[in-house]
């Protein structure tokens, strides 16, 4: 294959928050954290896996700015999910600016850290 990536893991459909009242429900109740161009919304939800959906606000770019800012997320939850401790729904919120891998693993990394939720 020739790359310098680490092959991380999968993430599958159990792994994802897909309905919408869901998602919601994690905007009104969740428990919320920040860092400069990202936030967090989690909840715990009494399952032995954690799932996550990806969001942009309003007005992100165009249709491709706002695909590859949700796949650099994606990638990024796969990197870290072998460390976060299980049962939690999370939102993971991303507003435009610099989209870059390293970026996104800063952001990814210091939210999990700052939720309490990665063991590292």
């Known amino acids: ?3 310098d990536l680490i092959m991380t893991g999968t ?3 159990h792994e994802r928050v897909k309905k919408s009242s869901d ?3 994690l905007f009104k109740k969740g428990k919320r954290v920040s860092v400069h161009g990202a936030k967090l919304f989690y909840l715990s939800n009494g399952m032995n896996v954690n799932r996550i959906a990806f969001t942009l606000p309003r ?3 165009n249709a491709v700015e706002r695909n590859r800012s949700k796949r650099l997320s994606r990638e990024a939850y796969r990197y870290f999910k072998a460390f976060l401790n299980t049962g939690y729904d999370m939102v993971l919120l991303v507003y435009p600016g610099n989209d870059s891998f390293r970026t996104r693993c800063a952001q990814v990394r210091n939210l999990y850290l ?3 939720i990665i063991s590292v």
Do not use: C, P, S
């Open 1 to 3: 294959m020739g790359t």
């Open 11 to 13: 993430f599958t459909r």
């Open 23 to 25: 998602i919601q429900n």
């Open 59 to 61: 007005g992100y770019g």
């Open 114 to 116: 700052k939720a309490g």
